[in-house]
């Protein structure tokens, strides 16, 4: 049985930083591409970033320069750093598991972000 548990969300001030943390079990988890993807009230869900098995990252436009998605393997774990927050990063956010793009296989239950003063 696959399980995605997210961790980390939260409130934060404009301009702050968090850390979601999403921990895998039942999966052979080095082999899989990774991904963050984000769902805010009203929009579609988006892809925020996502990593291949071989370390390939590519990010949504919105937030280049501001988040980063890391991996520890050995760990069955993957992290997205998010610095310089912004209100419009208010969503929540879901880790995934499979193909990348549009393609995942395994989700994890989510995790509120909020932005605000």
């Known amino acids: 049985q696959v399980q995605l548990v997210e961790s980390g969300g939260g409130l934060v001030q404009p301009g702050g930083s968090l850390r979601l943390s999403c921990a895998a079990s039942g999966i052979i988890f080095r082999i899989n591409t990774v991904g963050w993807l984000r769902q805010a009230p009203g929009k579609q869900r988006e892809l925020v970033a996502q990593m291949t098995m071989f370390g390939f990252t590519n990010y949504a436009d919105s937030v280049k320069g501001r988040f980063t998605i890391s991996r520890d393997n050995a760990k069955n774990t993957v992290f997205l750093q998010m610095n310089s927050l912004k209100p419009e990063d208010t969503a929540v956010y879901y880790c995934?598991?499979?193909?990348?793009?549009?393609?995942?296989?395994?989700w994890g239950q989510g995790t509120q972000v909020t932005v605000s003063s």
């Open positions: 995934a598991v499979g193909e990348g793009g549009s393609s995942w296989k395994y």
